[in-house]
């Protein structure tokens, strides 16, 4: 019974979560190159659970009734315009994530532009799959750039010529997700400009460290609020501002540029709701972890923590080029690690083999002209892990080679998802090796790999 008759003790359901929490990949300790940012900084956690908890029950609807948050929102919010090259006059919102600053700066510029009655939006392939959710969400068409095969940019002038009367915005990424490359902002800016177009930048995944890197000696090309024609920028502080879940800022140039995020409303008989972002009620808990977190840690924390993630970085990519038959897709020039094979050995068998040695990788399938790959976001905390992640590397590699690649099962991934999972003999839920799942998801074209992961996800969110 979920809901028991009578209530259990404390120490009980505690017991219960950590139980639970036993199934899941370690969030700590540099093992798990996705989802989780650990800077392996003592201490932390408890800090940002104290303030957490101080703030938890605080509610952000009314900054008036809750000045507290007020100030802790504008902290972060300078803060990170601090980091971004902010000029004077820039303003902005803390956000829940990521996902949900792109849905705003999506919707910011969608409703700038009441004289557009088909609104678009251009943005390279690379871009977060999070402006493919806010086009879909907010009935904003999207133009999607190529990027060059190899360097896995887009070109200015194809951004320039996609730039129509009903472009409301383009979009560009510093770095993108998938492979940690950073467009070319300043040029993708400039056209943007030269149109009268809004330019957002989503520096989610990197705002935090590229700046970082920047001063320590990393040739990273212009993308913050230096490049005139940037009018927005998003950072999240739950990657590597380190904070937890829960928390990322939306930045806009000036005060004018933000106005149409705003969502106001008197036209019922309760309190006249005013909301800058798509939640009302939320929590004071990420934002108070936040502001803990970033205080706590300081500029100089915060470079220092760049440093060891750049040595981590480093290690990973030689030890990758260090083996024969894997190649690192792009160059390794911010925080992620991202490689591919020839086929040999097969980079699903692969990502098994190393998570059977307890190293969680992320495969990312084919896409047009790229092939599959292995992805590694990397922290602060790997740092001390690279030897030991190099040496079974090696070892995963000669294992993925004597295991030979996927043979699919004659199956027809059209098919409904019962007979699938049956057929793949995956009816009791995740195998241990995913590789062929991973397969055939791989060979399926996009649409049929959103309809199956859907059904799978559906499947298993029911009570
Ligand atoms: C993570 C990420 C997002 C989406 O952020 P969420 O916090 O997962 O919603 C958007 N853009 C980039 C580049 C990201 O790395």
């Known amino acids: 019974m979920s809901l028991p008759k009578d209530g259990l003790p404390a120490e009980q359901v505690l017991d219960e979560i950590r ?3 036993t199934a899941d990949r370690p969030t700590h300790g540099g093992r798990l190159f996705a989802y989780v940012y650990d800077p392996a900084v003592p201490g932390l956690d408890e800090l940002a659970m104290s303030a957490y908890s101080l703030a938890a029950h605080v509610n952000g609807l009314d900054p008036t009734a809750f000045p507290s948050l007020l100030v802790m929102e504008n902290a972060l919010v300078g803060a990170a315009a601090q980091v971004l090259g902010g000029p004077p006059g820039v303003v902005g919102s803390v956000t829940s994530g990521g996902t949900e600053s792109l849905l705003l700066a999506v919707k910011t510029a969608r409703d700038a532009r009441p004289d557009v009655d088909r609104p678009r939006m251009v943005a390279p392939v690379t871009a977060h799959a999070a402006f493919a959710k806010a086009a879909h ?8 750039i190529p990027v060059d095969p190899d360097s896995l940019r887009p070109l200015a002038t194809d951004v320039a010529a996609a730039i129509g009367p009903d472009t409301v915005l383009v979009a560009c990424s510093a770095p993108s997700y998938a492979h940690g490359v950073v467009d070319p902002v300043a040029e993708i800016a400039e056209v943007a400009a030269a149109a009268g177009v809004r330019c957002h930048v989503d520096a989610c995944f990197g705002g935090w460290t590229l700046p970082y890197l920047r001063r320590l000696g990393v040739d990273v090309p212009p993308f913050d609020f230096a490049v005139p024609g940037v009018t927005s920028i998003s950072v999240d502080l739950h990657k590597y501002a380190y904070c937890p879940k829960g928390v990322s ?13 705003y969502f106001g409303y008197a036209g019922w008989p309760g309190y006249t709701m005013v909301n800058p972002v798509i939640s009302s009620t939320r929590s004071g808990g990420p934002i108070a972890a936040a502001y803990a977190v970033l205080r706590h840690i300081g500029d100089s924390g915060y470079l220092a923590l760049a440093g060891r993630t750049r ?5 990973l990519a030689a030890a ?4 024969d038959g894997l190649r690192l897709l792009a160059p390794a020039e911010t925080t992620v690690v991202c490689f591919t094979s020839d086929g040999d050995p097969d980079l699903f068998v692969l990502a098994d ?18 092939p599959a ?7 602060a905390a790997v740092a001390p892990q690279v030897a030991a992640f190099a040496t079974d590397l090696a070892v995963a590699v000669d294992a993925a080679r004597a295991a030979g690649p996927v043979v699919l099962p004659p199956v027809d991934p059209s098919a409904p998802l019962p007979e699938l999972l049956a057929a793949l003999g995956l009816s009791g839920g995740l195998p241990e090796r995913m590789a062929t799942v991973n397969t055939l998801l791989n060979a399926a074209p996009p649409a049929l790999r959103e309809r199956l992961l859907i059904d799978f996800l559906s499947h298993l969110q029911r009570p």
């Open 137 to 144: 969400y907010l009935g904003v068409a999207l133009d999607l």
């Open 19 to 21: 139980a639970l929490r």
């Open 249 to 261: 800022v939306l930045l806009h140039r000036d005060e004018e540029l933000r106005r149409p995020q």
């Open 311 to 315: 040595e981590a970085v480093r290690g």
């Open 373 to 379: 790959s292995i992805h590694l976001t990397v922290a």
């Open 353 to 370: 083999e190393l998570a059977a040695r307890g190293w969680h990788t992320q495969p990312q399938f084919a896409f047009g002209d790229l």
């Open 320 to 323: 990758v080029s260090d083996v």
